[in-house]
Structures are given as structure tokens and as C-alpha cells.
């Protein structure tokens, strides 16, 4: 198949719209019947919100059975791709998120958001920044040629590495912003959407690979998992702008706001990405790859903590969906722009 006849499903192509028109109906149904709504927000279990844990555990689980821990053993071949991705997933874009959400919440805004609001809008950014991507990066390295066994193997070492990187990351970049953690929170939340849904997604893909076999895992077993994740994803965002409304009603710029250093920090890290590969003189298939996983997030896991920790109605939970919003049409800008590069 041609490289210009690659296309992506309906579904992911179409991500900001289906987003967009979640945040229009979260905002109307919190505008007219938030009150009556308000219980959700109190269903919770050592600060875990019950309805939204359930409904982001949809989300990753499916994600989770793609993740083939095996591939791990192949790292060696090829190390400097490996090196690249953690390089700049754990050594640079999170500590850059934080430094652009920080120059831009409490100095180019702080005239329109309270300091108290700006640590919260600078914390949804720092739990975007520290969660690597582990599904949509499947797609993007498609779209750009990449080489689909090392992506696997990338977004795999990512996945185990998240287990122990995240929490002291997120701790510490927070930290800094002065707004308390709650680190068994934190700690419980990484548990309940990373360590608990990775573990089930690995013992499913192993036991069904080999009662079924591979091509029947991948291509009847899977698929049957994509419309829930998609409604679950809907599901969330409606329920995350359902109180958020009137925040939003109040100031509608709020979304542009935080969306600005969003999209910097994904093309920033892009271009880090993308140059120190052709640094490496890695070939095109893996410097894409690693360019797309660098830019790409793991929003769900972001979206769960941030709730976690701050509430249904926090700022940075807000950062956190935006970054749903935003995330879609600035990957496929980096898209086109790696095949503009390809070499």
C-alpha cells in the first residue's frame, strides 16, 4: 500500500470533532441541570472517582491488550531508538512541559488566572508531559511509515517504565508548584489505571494468543473492543465538561488559553525528537516513531489522576481533556510534516 493511500478510521480522524461536540453537551447538560448532577461528583473511593474510574479503565484496558512484553527481548539489536525515546520522554519533555506551563499561566496570564488557579492549570499540564502515549502512537507511526515491530517494543519499555517513573516525576514537578500532593492518591491512582489494567491486558493477550492464535487475537478479538473504548472516551469528556460548564460559560477563552503551550510543547518535543535522530543517524521508520511517541500523550492516564487528585471540576483536569482536544489535528500536522522529511 502507498504511503498516500494510508488513512486512519473515521473515529480517530474525525477525534476534535467527536471531542468538540462532547464539550458542547457536557456544557449544556452542566448549565441546566448541574445541580441535579452533583452526586457523580461525590461517588468516590479514597478520592477515586467511581463513575469516571470505571469509565477511563474502558478506556485503557483495550489499549493495554496491544502491549506485547515479549518484544522487549529484541532491544538490544537496535539500542539508539530505544535511547532516544526514553531519553526524551523522561529526561526532557516532561521538565519542558512544566517550564511552558509555567511561563505561561502565571506570567503571560497573570493577569486573567489567580496564582492559586495557575498551579492547578500548570499540574494538568505536568501529568500530560509525564505520560508517554501508548495507543494513538500506533497510528501515527503507521501514517508515517514507521517501523511497527520497534514501536511496539518503544511504547512497551515506556509502559513498564511508567510503573515506577511517573509517580516521582509527578511528584516532583508539582512539588515545585507548591500545591500539596497526596502521594497514596497518586500512588493509587497509578495502580488502579496503569499496574491493574497492564496486568489484565498481558495475561488476556497471552492466554488468547495461544488458545486462538495471533491473527484471530488481532483481528477479531481487538476490534471488538474499539467501540467501547470510543464511548467511554465520549462518555468522560461529557461528564468532565458537565461541571465544568459554568467555569467555562464564565471565561469561553479559557480552552484557547490552555491549549497555547499545549501545542508548543508537542511541537517542541517533535523537533527534539525528530533532529536528535537524525543525529543518531537512525533510519526513518524508527526516527518517526520516536518523533510521534516524544509528541503524542497518554491522556487517559492523565485525565484519571488529575480527577484523582484534584476533583471533576479542577483546572487541571481541564488541561487534561484540552489536551484530547488539541492532540489530533497537531499530530497530523507532525504527520505530514514527517513525510515532507522523509529520507
Not at 447538560?29 to 468516590?44: K, P, R, V, Y
Not at 462518555?235 to 503551550?261: H, R, S, Y
Not at 501545542?263 to 543518531?280: D, K
Amino acid at each position: 500500500m502507498s504511503d498516500q493511500k494510508k488513512q486512519i478510521g473515521v473515529f480517530e480522524k474525525y477525534l476534535t470533532l467527536w471531542v468538540a461536540l462532547c464539550i458542547a453537551a457536557g456544557i449544556t447538560i452542566g448549565h441546566f441541570a448541574g445541580d441535579s448532577i452533583g452526586f457523580l461528583s461525590q461517588m468516590e473511593i479514597y478520592r477515586v472517582n467511581i463513575p469516571v474510574a470505571i469509565l477511563i479503565w474502558l478506556m485503557i484496558y483495550p489499549m493495554m491488550l496491544q502491549i506485547d512484553f515479549s518484544s522487549i527481548k529484541n532491544v538490544g539489536e537496535r539500542p539508539k531508538g530505544i535511547i532516544l525515546t526514553l531519553v526524551v520522554n523522561w529526561l526532557i519533555k516532561p521538565f519542558t512541559m512544566a517550564f511552558f506551563a509555567w511561563i505561561f499561566f502565571t506570567k503571560i496570564y497573570a493577569a486573567i488566572i489567580s496564582p492559586e488557579q495557575a498551579g492547578e492549570y500548570i499540574a494538568g499540564a505536568i501529568l500530560l508531559g509525564a505520560a508517554p502515549c501508548t495507543a494513538m502512537v500506533f497510528v501515527w507511526s503507521y501514517l508515517v511509515n514507521g517501523d511497527p515491530n520497534y514501536t511496539l517494543v518503544q511504547v512497551s519499555i515506556n509502559d513498564l517504565i511508567v510503573l515506577v517513573a511517573f509517580v516521582p516525576i509527578v511528584g516532583l514537578l508539582i512539588g515545585i508548584t507548591d500545591i500539596k500532593i497526596p502521594y497514596e492518591t497518586l500512588i493509587a491512582s497509578v495502580v488502579v489505571f496503569v499496574v491493574i489494567p497492564l496486568l489484565a491486558g498481558y495475561i488476556t493477550n497471552r492466554s488468547l494468543i495461544k488458545k486462538r492464535g495471533e491473527e484471530w487475537f488481532k483481528n477479531h478479538f481487538l476490534p471488538k473492543f474499539k467501540p467501547v473504548s470510543i464511548l467511554a472516551l465520549l462518555t468522560t469528556l461529557v461528564l468532565l465538561f458537565a461541571f465544568q460548564g459554568n467555569t467555562i460559560i464564565e471565561k469561553p477563552l479559557i480552552i484557547l488559553l490552555v491549549a497555547i503551550p499545549l501545542v508548543i510543547q508537542t511541537y517542541f518535543i517533535f523537533f527534539i525528537a525528530w533532529f536528535g535522530g537524525r543525529f543518531l543517524k537512525l533510519s526513518h521508520p524508527v526516527c518517526a516513531s520516536a518523533a510521534m511517541i516524544g509528541a503524542s500523550n497518554f491522556f487517559e492516564l492523565a485525565v484519571a489522576v488529575a480527577i484523582a487528585l484534584f476533583g471533576l471540576q479542577s483546572p487541571a483536569a481541564m488541561v487534561t481533556v484540552v489536551g484530547v482536544l488539541v492532540e489530533v489535528p497537531v499530530m497530523l500536522s507532525l504527520v505530514a510534516l514527517a513525510n515532507r522529511w522523509r529520507y
